[in-house]
C-alpha cells in the first residue's frame, strides 16, 4: 500500500505561508486509490514534456521529477505569471507490499498515470492444513 504520512508536510505548507512559494506546485496534485491488486497513481501534470518526466525508485521511495517551462522567451515582460514553472518532485512513500520492479507508467492529456501492482507475496493465500481425522492413535 501506499504511505499516507509525509514528513515534510507540515514544512512544506510552513515555507509556503512563510515565503508564498509551493515546495509542492499547485500544478502538481495527485490521487491514489487501490482496485483489486493494483494501485493507481495520477498525477497531473499539464504543460510538461514527456521527456522531461523522470520517474525514479529507491528503497520504497517514489521519486518523479518533472520540468515545466515557461511558454514566452527569455527577453517578454511578463503581465501575469500564475502558473508555476521550472524544476519539481514529488516522492511517494510506498509500502513493502507494492511489487515497485513492475510499476508501469503511461503519460496522457498532461496526467503522469502509474499502476503500482501488489506482490504475489503480499496476496492473500490459502494454507493447506495436514493431519485430522485419518491418523491412528498407538496403543500403549
Do not use: C
Amino acid at each position: 500500500m501506499l504511505m499516507r504520512t509525509d514528513p515534510f508536510h507540515e514544512l512544506d505548507r510552513l515555507v509556503e505561508r512563510v515565503w508564498g512559494t509551493a515546495a509542492h506546485p499547485a500544478g502538481t496534485p495527485l490521487d491514489a486509490w487501490r482496485e483489486g491488486d493494483t494501485f493507481f497513481v495520477e498525477l497531473d501534470l499539464p504543460g510538461v514534456d514527456t521527456e522531461s518526466i523522470d520517474l525514479d525508485v529507491e528503497r520504497n521511495v517514489l521519486t518523479v521529477k518533472a520540468e515545466r517551462k515557461p511558454a514566452y522567451g527569455e527577453n517578454t515582460e511578463t503581465v501575469v505569471t500564475e502558473r508555476p514553472v521550472g524544476t519539481f518532485s514529488r516522492q511517494l512513500f510506498l509500502g513493502e507490499t507494492l511489487d515497485v520492479d513492475k510499476i508501469e507508467a503511461s503519460y496522457e492529456a498532461g496526467v503522469l498515470k502509474l499502476r503500482i501492482p501488489v506482490a504475489e507475496q503480499a496476496k492473500p493465500r490459502k494454507i493447506t492444513i495436514s493431519g485430522g481425522s485419518n491418523r491412528k492413535e498407538l496403543d500403549s
